[in-house]
């Protein structure tokens, strides 16, 4: 939903700036824009749409730019459409829409969020003179900024201070004043901003993998705070206005981590990291022969009082609370419920006030999920963050938190991120299953050394991925997939289902096998493709039933099941095998195929699979 990078120091600005948005493309490309000032002089501003490399060709790759302060911004379209004019960044003077060039204006900024009382605010500031060349609410906030500058005679911090009382939604602001050369103002609340400091230089940025290259250390600007950057300075102030502490943080990730290393897509990439990363967060959560969660502050007193667990997230990161429930509740014998963020937050759920309400997210700034954790907390719940994404803001404002230690994940579509929440969740039904005393330690043993196989399975099911990328060749143009399974194969046939539509356009559905018939079956004609997700061994001829129902109405079938069912190849069309794995767990091994598999229908066709239409990486717009 945005991106925004800024940049003061001792280099040309317009370079840097370019390079990190290249870095945030896939948190919007549908435009994107800089503004650059040269010592005192006016800022230049820059816009394009389209993707990044038509702002990169317009100023020759930042070279025909100069100066060494600037902001940078790349879009994914809320309010107006897609086109130059409302392409950030926005000034408060009468004009930005151009294409290029110096602007008069006394502010110029950009901004990741939603204003949500900006048709309010800009009522007010059209009787005050202002007018508007966008249909942006960044304008809006911006010319009100100018507007309280004015008016009061205040600095900008005071300024920015009064817009933020007025404004309502959410922000990541970065502002610069004509009478404040090389200084950088910003302000947050809701959407992602990170500050990294170096020698004499300094970087703003939504989300890490912008700044990599340049620091490792930042701050993290907290909600409703403001900073005045200067070259290798950050100061930071309150809503009052007064100035407070930070500590500068350092960030574990590497610069390789946010690279393609090789491949040709970030998905790919990622979906080979799996083994990794997987492993990884195993790790973290293990040790001395047994599941530790101490570092995520989950102590045996606290577990004991839960009455059950509700997990709260949105898309991938809700079908890994869809898997998690039939674990925990088989494991640990306890209550889940598992919600849609978007849709606890505004139901006035009734929710035992000593569950666990767990929210998973990989970036930790969705909107919805942030909004959910904050409902919960307000009703007097305990909430575990399933966070990827350090400092995020689910991780700062969560009881608890658990880190997957997937790295940056790029691609738009989570590949990595969801396999480490998946292992996140098991550990935990593990924990809650011995403390509550309903595994045995021996039981809980033997299920840690099945963990403990799942990165060497995805490595092998990796090693065989040519079957599926001669398949999705075959199946590239189908019309309609459904994915059907029962139980956990149902969780993960949503996820199978939602890869697929995401980055290949092709409608797909995916349905708890028994209910087919209670309607979606009449959709069902010569050529449809039925992937049937095979998973569950007590489950498993059931759902070859549903399977052969689909099959008589003339669909193409496909099974994924484990090594050793060979019978399948009795009903199914086209088999992929996945090593064996206890049913708990499988849905780790079941997802990958998937994965590869709606990468290679989306490669097949020719399209951006890393950046989908319509989609970004963070949704922090609700
Ligand atoms: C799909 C996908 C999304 C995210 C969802 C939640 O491939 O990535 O469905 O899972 O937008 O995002 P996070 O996990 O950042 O809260």
């Known amino acids: 939903m945005c991106g925004i990078v800024g940049f003061v120091g001792k280099h040309q600005a317009a370079p840097i700036l370019l390079e990190g948005l290249s870095k945030l493309e896939y948190r919007g490309y549908d435009s994107a824009g800089i503004a650059v000032r040269d010592g005192d002089k006016k800022a230049e501003v820059v816009k394009a749409t389209g993707r990044l490399k038509n702002l990169e060709e317009k100023t020759d790759d930042g070279k025909a730019v100069v100066g060494s302060c600037g902001i940078g911004h790349t879009r994914w379209a809320t309010h107006g459409g897609p086109s130059q004019t409302n392409a950030h960044p926005h000034v408060s003077g009468n004009c930005s829409g151009s294409a290029s060039g110096t602007v008069e204006s006394d502010v110029v900024g950009v901004h990741n969020g939603i204003i949500e009382n900006y048709q309010e605010l800009k009522e007010k500031l059209l009787k005050h003179g202002y007018e508007f060349y966008s249909e942006t609410d960044t304008e809006v906030a911006i010319k009100l900024i100018d507007y309280y500058y004015k008016?009061?005679?205040?600095?900008?911090?005071?300024?920015?201070?009064?817009?933020?009382?007025?404004?309502?939604?959410?922000?990541?602001?970065?502002?610069?004043?004509?009478?404040?050369?090389?200084?950088?103002?910003?302000?947050?609340?809701?959407?992602?901003?990170?500050?990294?400091?170096?020698?004499?230089?300094t970087f703003i940025a939504s989300d890490v993998p912008a700044i990599l290259n340049r620091t490792k250390n930042v701050y993290y600007i907290g909600n409703n705070e403001m900073a005045r950057l200067v070259a290798g300075q950050a100061e930071f102030y309150d809503l009052n206005g007064d100035q407070i502490e930070k500590e500068l943080v350092e960030i574990k990730f590497d610069v390789e981590s946010a690279e393609k290393g090789g491949y040709e897509h970030f998905m790919m990439k990622e979906i080979h990291e799996q083994p990794k990363v997987v492993r990884d967060t195993f790790n973290s959560l293990y040790k001395n022969g047994t599941v530790d969660l101490s570092e995520v502050g989950l102590t045996e007193e606290d577990i004991k009082g839960f009455s059950g667990v509700c997990f709260v997230a949105c898309g991938s990161a809700w079908h890994v609370g869809m898997a998690a429930a039939y674990v925990i509740?088989?494991?640990?014998?306890?209550?889940?419920?598992?919600?849609?963020?978007?849709?606890?937050?505004?139901?006035?759920?009734?929710?035992?006030?000593?569950?666990?309400?767990?929210?998973?997210?990989?970036?930790?700034?969705?909107?919805?999920?942030?909004?959910?954790?904050?409902?919960?907390?307000?009703?007097?719940?305990?909430?575990?963050?399933?966070?990827?994404?350090?400092?995020?803001?689910?991780?700062?404002?969560?009881?608890?938190?658990?880190?997957?230690?997937?790295?940056?994940?790029?691609?738009?579509?989570?590949?990595?991120?969801?396999s480490c929440q998946l292992m996140a969740t098991y550990m935990l039904a593990l924990e809650l299953g011995v403390v509550r005393g309903?595994?045995?330690?021996?039981?809980?043993?033997?299920?840690?050394?099945?963990?403990?196989?799942?990165?060497?399975?995805?490595?092998?099911?990796?090693?065989?991925?040519?079957?599926?990328?001669?398949?999705?060749?075959?199946f590239a143009n189908v019309k309609?997939?459904?994915?059907?399974?029962?139980?956990?194969?149902?969780?993960?046939?949503?996820?199978?289902?939602?890869?697929?539509?995401?980055?290949?356009?092709?409608?797909?559905?995916?349905?708890?096998?028994?209910?087919?018939?209670?309607?979606?079956?009449?959709?069902?004609?010569?050529?449809?493709?039925?992937?049937?997700?095979?998973?569950?061994?007590?489950?498993?001829?059931?759902?070859?039933?549903?399977?052969?129902?689909?099959?008589?109405?003339?669909?193409?079938?496909?099974?994924?099941?484990?090594?050793?069912?060979?019978?399948?190849?009795?009903?199914?069309?086209?088999?992929?095998?996945?090593?064996?794995?206890?049913?708990?767990?499988?849905g780790s091994l079941l997802v990958i195929p998937l994965q590869l598999l709606g990468y290679y229908i989306s490669v097949a066709r020719g399209l951006d699979v890393d950046k989908p239409r319509n989609l970004a990486k963070s949704v922090t717009v609700e």
């Not at 909430?383 to 940056?408: F, H, K, M, Q, W």
């Not at 050529?527 to 039933?545: A, P, R, W």
């Not at 199914?572 to 794995?581: R, T």
Request: proline residues 3%; aromatic residues 8%.
């Open 151 to 201: 008016k009061y005679k205040v600095g900008p911090i005071d300024a920015i201070a009064k817009t933020m009382v007025r404004v309502r939604g959410s922000y990541a602001l970065e502002v610069m004043f004509a009478d404040y050369p090389n200084e950088i103002y910003v302000a947050r609340k809701d959407s992602p901003m990170i500050i990294g400091v170096t020698d004499g230089e």
């Open 438 to 474: 309903e595994l045995s330690q021996e039981k809980c043993a033997e299920y840690l050394s099945e963990l403990e196989q799942i990165p060497e399975c995805i490595e092998k099911i990796l090693d065989d991925k040519e079957r599926l990328q001669w398949f999705a060749a075959k």
């Open 480 to 586: 309609d997939v459904f994915f059907i399974g029962r139980g956990i194969d149902y969780a993960i046939s949503l996820e199978g289902s939602l890869k697929m539509k995401e980055i290949s356009y092709i409608h797909s559905e995916a349905y708890a096998a028994g209910e087919l018939k209670h309607g979606t079956i009449s959709l069902i004609e010569d050529g449809t493709l039925v992937i049937g997700v095979l998973g569950q061994d007590d489950l498993y001829e059931k759902t070859i039933s549903n399977m052969v129902e689909c099959k008589a109405r003339g669909a193409y079938l496909m099974g994924l099941t484990a090594y050793g069912h060979y019978e399948i190849e009795d009903t199914a069309d086209f088999v992929s095998y996945i090593p064996k794995m206890d049913g708990h767990f499988i």
């Open 329 to 418: 509740e088989d494991l640990a014998k306890m209550p889940v419920r598992v919600e849609l963020a978007s849709e606890f937050r505004y139901r006035k759920p009734v929710i035992d006030k000593n569950m666990l309400v767990v929210v998973i997210s990989q970036s930790g700034e969705t909107a919805d999920s942030l909004a959910a954790l904050r409902e919960a907390k307000a009703r007097g719940n305990k909430v575990l963050a399933i966070v990827n994404v350090v400092g995020s803001s689910i991780a700062r404002e969560a009881d608890y938190v658990l880190y997957t230690l997937a790295g940056p994940e790029i691609s738009v579509a989570t590949t990595k991120a969801y």
